[in-house]
């Protein structure tokens, strides 16, 4: 299975900055995930990213407030813009490794963010 | 509509008890897969188990077990001798082929008292 690295793991940030989170997988994937966990919620996908290709958004989130990169097969990074209170969250980077469809998504650790 | 609901929010047991935590959903596909995932403190997701929309059969791995029944379209899931590091957050997935994406039930809550 894919290992994957998230980085950081956890940040306290203040009110209107912004926060870059790194994923990167020891293989070459072609679908990646962000997700985000709000406290004692479930999982909600924010966007789709293949390499190649713009991301693709979710109802509710926008490409202004969450830009992703997605350079490479190996490699994605989500930027959380401008942040508020209410973007205190664990997000979470995920990668379907097979090309099948249904295929099991793995995770990631997570980035645990706190907004003052 | 598209859903999966984990009507358990919270469940405590006393270890080596067993526990059934309930799954059900809503699809419009014919084709569908169904997942459990494991979220312990650490915040990791882990894999458990898929089972696709033609596979009835259950399935027991180990003290884990799941019970598919399409015609409640529930999906349980079964811990028998609970342990202690059963302790975590359980979510029930739902893939869409249609729609190629996840959805995710709100999870449910288990704590293993020793």
């Known amino acids: 299975s894919a290992v994957i690295s998230q980085k950081p793991s956890r940040d306290i940030c203040q009110r209107g900055t912004s926060l870059t989170i790194q994923c990167q997988v020891d293989?070459?994937?072609?679908?990646m995930f962000w997700y985000r966990q709000q406290p004692g919620q479930s999982l909600t996908l924010i966007a789709t990213?293949?390499?190649?290709?713009?991301?693709?958004?979710e109802s509710g989130f926008v490409i202004d407030k969450f830009p992703i990169s997605r350079p490479n097969l190996t490699f994605s990074t989500l930027t959380v813009s401008n942040m508020s209170p209410e973007d205190s969250s664990i997000y979470l980077c995920?990668?379907?490794?097979?090309?099948?469809?249904?295929?099991?998504?793995?995770f990631g650790d997570g980035t645990r963010l706190s907004i003052l | 509509a598209q859903k999966v609901t984990q009507a358990q929010t919270e469940i405590s047991v006393v270890e080596k008890e067993d526990v059934t935590l309930d799954c059900v959903y809503e699809?419009?596909?014919?084709?569908?897969?169904l997942f459990w995932y494991k979220q312990p403190p650490s915040g990791e997701l882990v894999f458990l188990i898929r089972?696709?929309?033609?596979?009835?059969q259950n399935e027991i791995s180990g003290r884990y077990s799941w019970n598919f029944q399409k015609s409640t379209s529930s999906f349980n899931f079964t811990i028998t001798a609970s342990q202690v590091v059963d302790s975590a957050v359980y979510f029930c997935?739902?893939?869409?082929?249609?729609?190629?994406?996840?959805?995710f039930g709100k999870g449910t809550r288990l704590h293993i008292l020793p």
């Open positions: 293989s070459q994937v072609t679908m």
């Open positions: 997935a739902l893939y869409m082929n249609r729609d190629d994406k996840i959805i």
């Open positions: 089972r696709n929309s033609f596979d009835e």
């Open positions: 995920s990668v379907r490794p097979g090309n099948r469809p249904a295929e099991p998504q793995h």
């Open positions: 699809t419009r596909d014919t084709t569908y897969y």
């Open positions: 990213a293949n390499q190649g290709s713009e991301a693709t958004y």
